[in-house]
């Protein structure tokens, strides 16, 4: 397993921020997958740590509980699908309680895109007037997705995504030598990508693209290639996402005249309609968005709809 301290760029962050002067409520923005909750648990253990300074700790008792996951005064949710008006109430509960082991308190709420309405207005009050010694680390995975008033009185903390460069170094760093970026979609994050690879799935990302690129250059007929998309194991959005990741390059290597090479070299023949395929990507969009939101939707119709499409468009 991974330490904290094998994310460069979690590091720089945290390099960045004054504990000792950390705002009462903080919200962690960044992309799924780059290390929010990473931070978050860092920045804790930075505020509950017994020596007051993590990089200094030989491991004192706040530490061991924290890594144990069972420090009485840090509250973290457990179900960040959702965030319910019961569980912003227990937080609030918890946030008027007194320091049991440290002379601080953190609560860390994960997902705060999930955040309904009425949760949101529920824990503006805390936000702005937390009792005193207590910590709010609230992550999102969706910039600008809450409550205007929500990001008034939180400090905002950006976790910026890494360029292809910085991502090659880091999964090379971690003892993986045969890596190479492009294999994966643009989308997905290092963290992600490392455990794709360490769960034995890299694979289907490359099987994808190399079913999607058959596709695109019909080598295989539209039944073939829906019935070979349908079997890769990987999640419905993980193909839409794909997909799109594709689309997309595709459309900008023609607007900038930019052209694919080594493996990809075969798409430059492709011809379409600019305009077309942007609609399309458009559509996709809006349709991953639903499927985030709403289960049950037939993957096989949704993915079989778009192939078509995509079939009638790219020539």
Same mark, same amino acid.
Request: proline residues 2%.
């Given at each position: 397993?991974?330490?904290?301290?094998?994310?460069?760029?979690?590091?720089?962050?945290?390099?960045?921020?004054?504990?000792?002067?950390?705002?009462?409520? $903080?919200?962690?923005?960044?992309?799924?997958?780059?290390?929010?909750?990473?931070?978050?648990?860092?920045?804790?253990?930075?505020?509950?740590?017994?020596?007051?300074?993590?990089?200094?700790?030989?491991?004192? $008792?706040?530490?061991?509980?924290?890594?144990?996951?069972?420090?009485?005064?840090?509250?973290?949710?457990?179900?960040?699908?959702?965030?319910?008006?019961?569980?912003?109430?227990?937080?609030?509960?918890?946030?008027?309680?007194?320091?049991?082991?440290?002379?601080?308190?953190?609560?860390?709420?994960? $997902?705060?895109?999930?955040?309904?309405?009425?949760?949101?207005?529920?824990?503006?009050?805390?936000?702005?007037?937390?009792?005193?010694?207590?910590?709010?680390?609230?992550?999102?995975?969706?910039?600008?997705?809450?409550?205007?008033?929500?990001?008034?009185?939180?400090?905002?903390?950006?976790?910026?995504?890494?360029?292809?460069?910085?991502?090659?170094?880091?999964?090379?760093?971690?003892?993986?030598?045969?890596?190479?970026?492009?294999?994966?979609?643009?989308?997905?994050?290092?963290?992600?990508?490392?455990?794709?690879?360490?769960?034995?799935?890299?694979?289907?990302?490359?099987?994808?693209?190399?079913?999607?690129?058959?596709?695109?250059?019909?080598?295989?007929?539209?039944?073939?290639?829906?019935?070979?998309?349908?079997?890769?194991?990987?999640?419905?959005?993980?193909?839409?996402?794909?997909?799109?990741?594709?689309?997309?390059?595709?459309?900008?290597?023609?607007?900038?005249?930019?052209?694919?090479?080594?493996?990809?070299?075969?798409?430059?023949?492709?011809?379409?309609?600019?305009?077309?395929?942007?609609?399309?990507?458009?559509?996709? $969009?809006?349709?991953?968005?639903?499927?985030?939101?709403?289960?049950?939707?037939?993957?096989?119709?949704?993915?079989?709809?778009?192939?078509?499409?995509?079939?009638?468009?790219?020539?």
């Amino acid at each position: 397993m991974i330490s904290i301290s094998e994310y460069p760029w979690i590091d720089k962050t945290i390099d960045g921020i004054n504990i000792s002067s950390l705002p009462h409520a $903080n919200l962690i923005e960044g992309s799924s997958g780059v290390g929010k909750f990473i931070l978050a648990k860092k920045i804790a253990k930075s505020i509950l740590c017994d020596e007051s300074s993590i990089e200094n700790c030989q491991g004192c $008792n706040s530490c061991n509980l924290i890594k144990n996951n069972t420090h009485p005064d840090l509250l973290i949710n457990q179900d960040e699908s959702k965030i319910s008006i019961d569980e912003i109430r227990k937080l609030i509960e918890f946030a008027n309680l007194s320091s049991s082991v440290s002379g601080s308190k953190v609560i860390i709420l994960q $997902n705060c895109e999930n955040m309904k309405k009425e949760s949101q207005n529920a824990i503006l009050k805390t936000l702005e007037e937390p009792p005193i010694n207590t910590f709010i680390i609230m992550t999102s995975g969706k910039r600008r997705s809450l409550n205007q008033t929500i990001y008034s009185r939180c400090n905002k903390i950006l976790i910026r995504d890494l360029d292809q460069n910085e991502v090659t170094d880091w999964i090379k760093s971690q003892g993986i030598d045969d890596f190479n970026f492009y294999d994966y979609p643009s989308y997905i994050s290092p963290i992600d990508i490392l455990k794709s690879i360490n769960n034995g799935r890299a694979n289907d990302f490359l099987e994808f693209n190399r079913v999607l690129i058959d596709f695109f250059l019909k080598n295989d007929n539209t039944n073939q290639s829906l019935k070979k998309i349908l079997e890769i194991d990987l999640s419905v959005s993980n193909k839409i996402n794909s997909i799109v990741d594709i689309l997309v390059s595709i459309l900008k290597s023609k607007q900038i005249d930019k052209y694919f090479s080594g493996k990809l070299k075969e798409l430059n023949q492709l011809q379409f309609s600019g305009e077309e395929l942007s609609e399309l990507i458009d559509e996709m $969009n809006e349709l991953r968005d639903m499927h985030n939101k709403v289960s049950g939707l037939n993957e096989k119709h949704t993915l079989k709809y778009f192939i078509f499409k995509i079939d009638s468009i790219i020539k």
